[in-house]
């Protein structure tokens, strides 16, 4: 069995250090062979995109833009009334936010660094809505999204991603919430580019039952992410769940996709990745197996 592959989301991962090519190189020269960002529209592609090749690293994920964050928006998928938005927010996102170089060339942040996936986010209840109420409303908009977001990613080779993120805790009114509804979703779609986007410290949250739902839901999972119950730091930390029995179910079970570290370190990142370390080290490298 082939050792897991890690990725280092740089959303949460180097705070210590400013700006995103300086995490960057902090993820290439701790090991990693791929990162993700959540909403990388800000930066200036040129940079991220030498930075990233300087650093010999892959972009595996970024997500859709939020929406407008000042008015509680996180997401688009599945809200009523802004499915144009949501559809403007995708082709950004599928274009890599492209520019033009210093001589003359288009820069585009996705070409560059390879995406993979884009996590198509869902979006929040609006505020004051009854979520049973909305419940359907909601589902119907987020299908007709996911329907036009399958035929534009298909065209780039490209991936969505359907996360469940916990309303126990993170965030009560995010509209998917657990991998049955992401799967019945899914599955009502019908398309094979898009897959579930499997959070662990969501998922336990939400349902706990990890070995069976791993087990059920792995063959349409396109993307893992890692943290530790509840505090959310490192696998190390304590907490509730057993990551070398996780990280060994998923070689059973014949994961190959990459599994993104998506925590709030406790201290320094580097000193705190000594966990992964520990597993190249017992397992090996990614890169020097290939």
């Not at 964050?69 to 492209?98: D, I, N, Y």
């Not at 299908?143 to 993120?165: K, S």
């Not at 396109?222 to 304590?238: D, K, N, T």
């Not at 059973?252 to 000594?274: A, H, I, M």
Request: negative net charge; aromatic residues 8%; contains cysteine.
């Amino acid at each position: 069995m082939a050792p897991l592959r890690f990725s280092a989301n740089l959303s949460w991962l180097f705070p210590e250090l400013p700006g995103l090519p300086a995490r960057l190189r902090a993820a290439g020269s701790s090991g990693f062979e791929a990162v993700e960002v959540a909403w990388p529209y800000a930066e200036q592609p040129e940079v991220l995109a030498r930075a990233a090749r300087e650093a010999g690293l892959r972009l595996v994920l970024i997500n859709t833009p939020p929406g407008d964050q000042e008015k509680g928006e996180m997401g688009l998928g599945a809200v009523p009334g802004r499915q144009a938005a949501f559809r403007q927010g995708l082709e950004q996102a599928v274009s890599g936010h492209c520019l033009m170089g210093r001589r003359g060339s288009l820069v585009c942040l996705a070409a560059f660094l390879r995406l993979d996936m884009i996590h198509l986010m869902a979006g929040r209840v609006p505020q004051g809505a009854d979520r049973i109420a909305v419940k359907a409303e909601m589902e119907i908009v987020f299908l007709e999204n996911l329907r036009h977001a399958a035929g534009v990613l298909a065209q780039e080779d490209l991936v969505g991603l359907l996360e469940p993120i916990n309303t126990r805790i993170t965030d009560p009114q995010y509209f998917l919430d657990t991998p049955q509804q992401a799967a019945a979703i899914l599955q009502k779609v019908g398309r094979p580019n898009l897959q579930l986007q499997m959070d662990i410290f969501h998922w336990q949250i939400m349902d706990g039952n990890l070995t069976g739902n791993i087990r059920e839901f792995l063959p349409i999972v396109g993307h893992v992410q890692v943290a530790q119950v509840p505090g959310r730091g490192e696998p190390s930390s304590p907490g509730e769940l057993n990551f070398p029995y996780l990280f060994q179910l998923l070689e059973d079970e014949g994961y190959k996709g990459f599994v993104g570290c998506e925590y709030q370190p406790r201290g320094d990142t580097v000193e705190g990745l000594s966990w992964l370390r520990s597993y190249w080290d017992r397992r090996g490298h990614p890169e020097a197996a290939s």
